[in-house]
């Protein structure tokens, strides 16, 4: 039977460097001659990607839970196509997915890690205690689940000396401690499985806080060996979650 293309993403803290190294790994794989596309969540240029765009550069007030959906949403009306591009034997890779979904939005009902500063629009006591892990992870059951997670971490410290950090909403430091705390229980979850025989997708952590090209070669250490396709069929995610 005919492999299908791989799932690929790349995940991980604000400006840890997910778009560079996306674009980069997009043009290896076009090089080694595969079949590849590229995807981008947010997708800010459909319908509901306008409206989460107004969101994040704050030109719009939207409900925590109404916004949660609409990243959703954004990603729901691309799953189709990935589908089918996969099952074509197209390798996608993807820039942020829904796992940055759950961190952000989950984040918002955590308690603050430090004082909050002036301006931080997602204290607690501002938001709806709807906003649990389960419930920020439930619109996005039975998407397409990728094959590889690739997490860039990166510190506070690194992620303010890099370029255009701090002009959209969710980027000051506090909110992104939050948003580690639930990628890191995200990540857990994912070895817990995987240790308990649990077939699942493959999540890597990777120090992005180094040098472009280190951080490249360690991605393409967990890419290479999917470079000939998959032969399993795709997962959906977290269809066996209680
Ligand atoms: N969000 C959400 O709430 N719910 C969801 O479901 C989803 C997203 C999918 C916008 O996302 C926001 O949406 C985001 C999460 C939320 N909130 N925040 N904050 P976005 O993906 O559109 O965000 P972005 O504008 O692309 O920024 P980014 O992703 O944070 O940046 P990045 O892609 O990780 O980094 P980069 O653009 O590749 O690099 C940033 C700079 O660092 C640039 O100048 C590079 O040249 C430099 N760079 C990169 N790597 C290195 C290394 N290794 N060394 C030195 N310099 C580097
Ligand atoms: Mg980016």
Redo the contacts with the bound molecule.
Sequence with gaps: MAKRGAFIVIE??????????TTLLHDRLVKCGISVNLY???D?TTSTGKM?DSY?RSQSEVDDRA??LL??A??WEAAENMIQELKSGITIVC????F??IA??AAKALPPLSTPSPGDVSTPAETPRTLTYEWCRAPDTNLPSPDLVLF?DVSPEVQKS???YGE????KED??RRVRSVFRRIESEFHQESESGAKTLRWIHID?????DE?SEDIWSGVEPLTGGVEEALARLWSGTP
Excluded: M, W
Excluded at 12 to 19: E, H, I, M, P, V
């Design positions: 991980g803290l604000d400006r840890s460097g997910k778009t560079t190294q981008k969540f947010p800010r989460i994040l916004i949660h990243f959703s954004n990603r820039d942020r997915y829904a940055s979904g952000f939005s860039l890099r370029g255009g959209e909403r969710y980027e909110v992104q992005a806080g180094r040098t472009l951080v």
